[in-house]
């Protein structure tokens, strides 16, 4: 709502004369620096200096809870490089990555679609569309565990009555992998939604008036209105659920933690975690998060140099 | 003779059809749910599942509160969601406050560096933070959570009513000051209330984002006395043989809060993700 105002509105300037009403002792711009100080602590301090002590982390040799400190110089990093099970950790990161925001993004922008039709109950099914994504994650993941448990769940009972993957088990070894990557497909594609629908709204209808007059059919006023619309949009969306979900931990670990089946979802968050707080290797750690990081800025980076066009944005 | 238009008509039931298929997708879990926690286990561990059943009770509600420690991480959940939103709204108000209303350098610079910091996840960071909690003595701590949860809300936030700040217009509270307000009166009476949905959409967001957090609680939390839902119940769901219909009580009772104010801000949540995430 804020943003359909217009910008004057925004720039209009601070005028002293009238504020200056109050006596006052202070310059305007150190009451501006006061007001926004602590936001700027907290941030500095919660986030960005953790970031920084992760890297003086990652050099040395730290547990989680003796007092041992010492300097290794690359050491972490170069036992992390030497680690099998660090790639087998990004492998599958980029599986669950990859496989997650796909299918968020493909059911994500059909639903978006469809619910920018006008239909009876429209209203009501959106409020419905947007559930899964406000349900707790822990609640998430308990209840997709009694949906799909293997002797009283709906689930495979529903699959089993008409005829298709009767024998699955959905949280063993060669399956736990897809059924994460679904569950989480189920509660982070209303994210999705939000965004292209709030977009879809905006777009101008003489736009497709105009194609329908050329005789573009429905595909082709897809392919050449809407997605073009959604350009921007999706750019965003798609950069923010792969940082979140590159970064997933909840889901993963809620679903199967440190158990067994767990090795098969063991991606580079998990692992990281399970490094520090399991094998109590603080450096070791925050080389894991570092890396992660880096990748990160890198792939922000590529992505931008890739998609983004200067008229875009 | 009517003429119908076949192609209308097919399409008419596709969209029907699909739309059906997001309520049943979307909603049916959900249903399931609650189903699940009002049914005697009888009626829940049955091989084919009942759809249909006439037996109801709230058994697994009273067990739940009764018999296991969920109420103590619901208390301990809405202290410190709570204390966190009154937190962060404080803190988000003055610094959108000064940004929008004073002239200072490099106050776009440090509003775009905050928002940045919005797309750090938490596992990016719980090593260090573990650790300099830990020598804060804010570990095992409320405290320690509703720092944490303040701080992963205030890029946002401040974003947020920064954009809703900078659509009221100086006159107001220059009226109100000419009126004789003190300025921490005018912004209190006059601008606050005209940011008002932008305030009750940064509540919401930081309700969730403590609400739901499972990481920062499982790192920071050791004392039962002191866990937060989501790791009570994780905890309690790893504890036992599953009751299966006390863990969907459990699921109904955390989801509601979530629920409620995500249906009371739908609004004014898509209108920050239009003025936030998409035009910036």
Redesign the interface.
């Known amino acids: 709502?804020?943003?359909v105002?217009p910008d004057q509105?925004?720039a209009?300037p601070?005028?002293r004369r009238?504020?200056s009403?109050?006596p006052r002792r202070l310059p305007?711009?150190?009451?501006?620096?006061?007001?926004?100080l602590?936001?700027?602590l907290?941030?500095l301090g919660?986030?960005?200096?953790?970031?920084v002590?992760?890297g003086w982390?990652s050099f040395h040799n730290k547990h989680a809870y003796l007092p041992i400190e010492t300097f290794i110089g690359f050491s972490n990093f170069a036992n992390m490089f030497g680690d099998g099970e660090f790639w087998r950790s990004i492998e599958l990161g980029a599986i669950y990555g990859i496989g997650s925001v796909g299918l968020q993004i493909v059911v994500g922008v059909s639903?978006a679609l469809?619910?920018n039709?006008t239909?009876i109950?429209?209203t009501f099914?959106r409020?419905?569309?947007?559930?899964?994504y406000?349900?707790?994650?822990?609640?998430v993941v308990?209840?997709?565990k009694?949906?799909l448990?293997d002797?009283?769940?709906?689930l495979p009972?529903i699959l089993k009555t008409i005829g298709i993957g009767e024998d699955i088990l959905w949280l063993d070894t060669t399956h736990v992998m897809l059924t994460v990557i679904l569950i989480s497909t189920?509660t982070f594609f209303?994210f999705v939604v939000?965004?292209t629908l709030?977009?879809l709204q905006t777009i101008d209808p003489e736009l497709y008036a105009a194609a329908k007059v050329d005789g573009a059919g429905v595909v082709r006023r897809f392919i050449h209105v809407t997605l073009p619309q959604l350009r921007?949009?999706l750019f965003?969306?798609i950069l923010?659920r792969f940082?979140?979900m590159f970064?997933?931990?909840?889901v993963i670990?809620?679903l199967n933690?440190s158990s067994g089946v767990g090795y098969y979802t063991r991606t580079l968050?998990i692992y990281?975690?399970i490094k520090?707080?399991g094998q109590l290797q603080?450096g070791a750690?925050?080389a894991m998060?570092m890396f992660?990081?880096l990748m990160?800025v890198c792939f922000?980076m590529v992505y931008f140099r890739v998609f983004r066009r200067d008229e875009d944005i | 003779m009517i003429d119908i238009d076949w192609r209308q008509v097919f399409s008419q039931i596709a969209l029907y059809f699909g739309a059906a298929l997001i309520a049943l997708v979307c909603g049916f879990p959900l249903l399931w749910m609650v189903l699940t926690s009002v049914r005697p286990d009888r009626d829940i561990l049955t091989a084919t599942p009942k759809f249909w059943s006439f037996d109801y009770h709230w058994q697994h509600y009273v067990n739940l509160f009764d018999l296991t420690d969920f109420h103590i991480y619901f208390v301990n959940s809405i202290t410190v969601a709570g204390s966190a939103t009154l937190f962060t709204i404080f803190v988000a108000t003055l610094a959108a406050y000064g940004i929008t209303r004073f002239r200072f350098g490099g106050r776009n610079a440090i509003a775009a560096g905050m928002l940045f910091t919005y797309m750090f996840a938490p596992i990016l960071i719980i090593v260090p933070f573990y650790i300099l909690m830990r020598s804060a003595g804010l570990v095992n701590s409320k405290l320690g959570l509703v720092f944490a949860y303040t701080t992963f809300s205030l890029p946002f936030s401040m974003w947020l009513l920064r954009a809703f700040f900078q659509s009221i217009p100086l006159d107001l509270e220059e009226a109100a000051m000419t009126d004789g307000a003190s300025r921490p009166k005018a912004v209190a009476l006059v601008i606050v209330p005209l940011a008002l949905p932008g305030v009750i959409a940064v509540s919401i967001f930081t309700f969730i984002v403590a609400w739901n957090d499972y990481l920062f609680a499982r790192v920071l939390i050791n004392d039962n006395e002191l866990k937060t839902l989501p790791i009570g119940m994780d905890d309690l769901y790893n504890a036992t043989v599953t009751d299966w219909g006390m863990m969907m009580a459990g699921g109904v009772v955390i989801t509601i809060p979530a629920l409620v104010f995500f249906i009371l801000v739908q609004r004014y949540l898509i209108a920050g993700w239009g003025a936030g995430a998409v035009k910036g």
Do not use: C, H
């Open positions: 709502m804020a943003a105002l509105v925004l209009v601070v005028r009238a504020l009403t109050q305007e711009s150190t009451w501006g620096y006061l007001l926004i602590p936001a700027v907290l941030v919660l986030i960005l200096y953790p970031v002590y992760s982390l639903a469809l619910l039709e239909f109950g429209r099914i409020g419905v569309a947007l559930f899964p406000m349900v707790p994650t822990v609640v308990i209840l997709m009694w949906i448990n002797a009283y769940g709906v009972y189920w209303p939000i965004g709030a977009r921007n949009v965003v969306v923010l940082m979140f970064t997933k931990f909840d670990w809620l933690g968050p990281t975690y520090t707080f603080v750690g925050a998060s992660m990081f990160l922000a």
